[in-house]
C-alpha cells in the first residue's frame, strides 16, 4: 500500500512539474516589434529591412527582417555583412541552410533573431534576391553608433567587485578558523 501511495505521489510530482514545461515549450512568442524600416531596389525587386532597435548601436542585441515585395515564397534570398573593418560576420545561419532564414519568431519574412553588430562605423550588407525576373545583387550600408552604457572594461570590473568583496570573506574566515584551538575530549 505504501509502495503505491509512493508511486502516485511520484507520478503526480512528474506531472506537475511537466505540465508547466510543455506550456512553456509551445507559448507562442510575440512577433518582432519593428521601428524603423528602410527600402533597398535589389534589381527589378524591393526589399523592406526592418529594424527593433533604431539607431542601432555596437554591442546592442537587435531583431532585422527582410521582406520581398510579395512575400517570400517566391524568392530565395542571401545576406552577406561585412563589418567597417572589412571582415564578414557570422550569422548563425541554422544547419543545412544557406541563405536567408525565416525569422524564428516571425516566420513570414526572413531575418536575423537577436543579432548584435560588434563595432561602429559603417556596415555594409549585401543581399541577393532570386525570384520570378532573375537573381539580382545590392548593398545598403548601416551606420552603428557606439556600445550604449559605460565602457565594457569598467562594467567589468564594476561588476566583479562583489565576487572579489566575497572571496576575500571566505579567504578572511578561512584564515581566521584556522587560528582556532582546536578542541579534544
Known amino acids: 500500500m505504501r509502495r503505491l501511495a509512493v508511486g502516485l505521489v511520484a507520478l503526480g510530482l512528474l506531472l506537475g512539474l511537466a505540465a ?3 506550456a512553456a515549450t509551445t507559448q507562442d512568442y510575440a512577433p518582432v516589434a519593428i521601428v524603423h524600416q528602410e527600402h533597398l531596389a535589389i534589381g527589378p525587386y524591393e526589399l523592406t529591412i526592418g ?3 533604431w539607431p542601432v548601436r555596437a554591442q546592442q542585441s537587435l531583431d532585422f527582417t527582410f521582406e520581398p515585395t510579395g512575400g517570400i ?3 530565395t534570398g542571401t545576406l552577406v555583412v561585412v563589418s567597417p573593418a572589412g571582415e564578414e560576420a557570422n550569422l548563425r545561419r541554422p544547419p543545412g541552410v544557406d541563405g536567408l532564414a525565416r525569422h524564428p519568431r516571425q516566420p513570414d519574412v526572413w531575418g536575423l533573431d537577436v543579432f548584435a553588430l560588434d563595432e561602429p562605423g559603417d556596415w555594409t550588407f549585401t543581399f541577393g534576391l532570386d525570384g520570378p525576373q532573375g537573381p539580382a545583387t545590392a548593398a545598403m550600408t548601416v551606420p552603428v553608433l557606439e556600445q550604449p552604457g559605460p565602457p565594457l572594461g569598467l562594467s ?3 561588476s566583479t567587485l562583489p565576487l572579489f568583496v566575497i572571496v576575500g570573506l571566505l579567504a578572511a574566515a578561512v584564515v581566521r578558523g584556522g587560528r582556532q584551538p582546536v578542541r579534544t575530549r
Request: aromatic share 24%; net charge negative; charged share 25%.
Open 20 to 22: 508547466p514545461a510543455q
Open 51 to 53: 529594424f527593433s532597435e
Open 73 to 75: 515564397d517566391r524568392f
Open 156 to 158: 567589468w570590473l564594476i
